[in-house]
């Protein structure tokens, strides 16, 4: 139930460093042993060799693992672990990065689950900090690791959570928890902004903003 | 009063069709003639010339533009036009692409105002897909061009703001306008998930969730 990288490059190198923060279980694959050789005391496994061979993807667990993220310079590299590793593992989730906006399309006919092109993201992060600097900027600490104070978390309502079947506004999430509920998905539905009338309902989605450790409170109840 | 971008590669462009699609006045500056010529009939002033040199910025208006973004794959060449443009014009807003995380401290150095890794920013992303999958497609809706429905706006509360001086739980953003009051940045200060009680001050920013036409309503009011 681990995560495999594929890559430690300038974009997988950032994904390490994220899993490994984030404290998620994890295993790496890097083709170039002297590259692999600088994580060798990381604490983190890593498999020396082609991500694109079977037995190197079974080296790294392919089989248990629950996702695989791809962060090659080449679309081609991607889109064959792509395949490789749903062939190998039909119900793995993949993330792969696609260097040329062409090449989104055509990943996620391969079936990729999650297609995301570094450049595109960031020009179009470039652009929106010229347009709405504060909203950037908001948004930026909501991912970044050393935001302690207000947090972005996401869980699914049990049937026996005391949130189910209450109305917003007696659920206390604003009152008590000092929380907002951004989006409810609810099968196929977003409820984007949710009034205070809505009823949450077991098997919902939250998408929920507020300070950290009252979510952490939340997320335990 | 207007946005100048300086290269039309594979993040530039990306920069180029936000800017179009969010309808801001801007310029752009490319060295090589042939992908300039690509731009010709795209109803945006293209200047083909090099952005280090002083008469290009020149030519691109650099006196009276509010921010300049580049976006050249490499960071001397970048270090340079960020100097370079804020000694011709010392108030201009620079957003600089950097292209390895080393980077970024001498980009600031330099005097840019913000700096972005797409690497870093990419990898970083797709490390929290796998995370908080729920919690990133929320983000990229709210940026991305075609999410009609929710948005986040920011705005400032000017003195004869009806908002001005009101309690949030009287203010009827909630209830009225199906809106959430993310953040409210006063001076230094940030507050997050303001609760019930929190009184809006003339001046503060506004980080505010909701429905599009809602905001448009409330940023005309
Ligand atoms: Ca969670
Ligand atoms: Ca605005």
Redesign the interface.
Known sequence: NH?IVCGLG??????F???KH?K?PFVVIEKNPERAALYRHSGVPVVVGDASEDKVLEQAGIHRAR?L?T?LPDDAGNLFIVMTSKDLNPNI?V?T?AT??EGIPRLKRAGAD?V????????????????????VA??QT??ERHNV??Q???FTVSSNSWLANKALKESGL??KF???L??I?RGHETI??P??DEVILPGD?L?V???SDKLSELEKA
């Not at 300038?10 to 994904?15: A, C, I, K, T």
């Not at 450049?119 to 010229?130: E, Q, T, V, Y």
């Open positions: 995560i300038r974009v997988g190198s950032e994904v460093n994220t899993l984030e998620q996702t993220i962060t989730k993330i990065r040329r906006s999650s995301i092109a570094p450049s595109a993201l960031g020009g179009r992060r470039m652009a929106m900090s010229a347009i709405k600097p504060a909203s908001f948004v909501l991912f104070y207000y972005l978390e996401e604003r009152e000092g929380c907002q951004l989006v998905n984007g902004s009034g205070p989605e998408i903003f507020g300070p």
